[in-house]
């Protein structure tokens, strides 16, 4: 069974900065896009960055264009977002999930880390 691990959650002062990380076993995992995605209280759950197989492409929402950046290390079985210039607004439980490049059923999120930006 695929389990996706996210850590590095908590609470930061705006302006601060947080490493999300997210461990995947039993995938191969350098067949997988990753992507990070966020679900604020009372709204749907949106993407805010994906990273293709090889890291050689990424993706942002717009909302956080030049602050987050989301890197992955295949030989650690591991994606990160980096979380710079936090605002209350990014404030959500945030999850990461595998795509499968091949195989569109073969998708798996993890259970969440919460990130809460707050004076």
């Known amino acids: 069974q695929v389990l996706l691990v996210e850590s590095g959650g908590g609470l930061v002062q705006p302006g601060g900065s947080l490493r999300l990380s997210c461990g995947g076993t039993r995938l191969t995992f350098s067949n997988y896009a990753m992507s990070w995605y966020r679900q604020a209280p009372g709204k749907e759950r949106v993407l805010v960055a994906r990273i293709t197989s090889s890291g050689g492409s990424t993706n942002y929402a717009d909302s956080v264009k030049g602050r987050f950046t989301i890197s992955r290390d295949n030989a650690k079985n591991t994606v990160y977002l980096q979380m710079n210039s936090l605002k209350p607004e990014d404030t959500a439980v945030y999850y990461c999930?595998?795509?499968?490049?091949?195989?569109?059923?073969?998708?798996?999120w993890g259970q969440g880390t919460q990130v809460s930006v707050s004076s």
């Open positions: 999930k595998a795509d499968h490049v091949l195989y569109s059923a073969q998708q798996y």
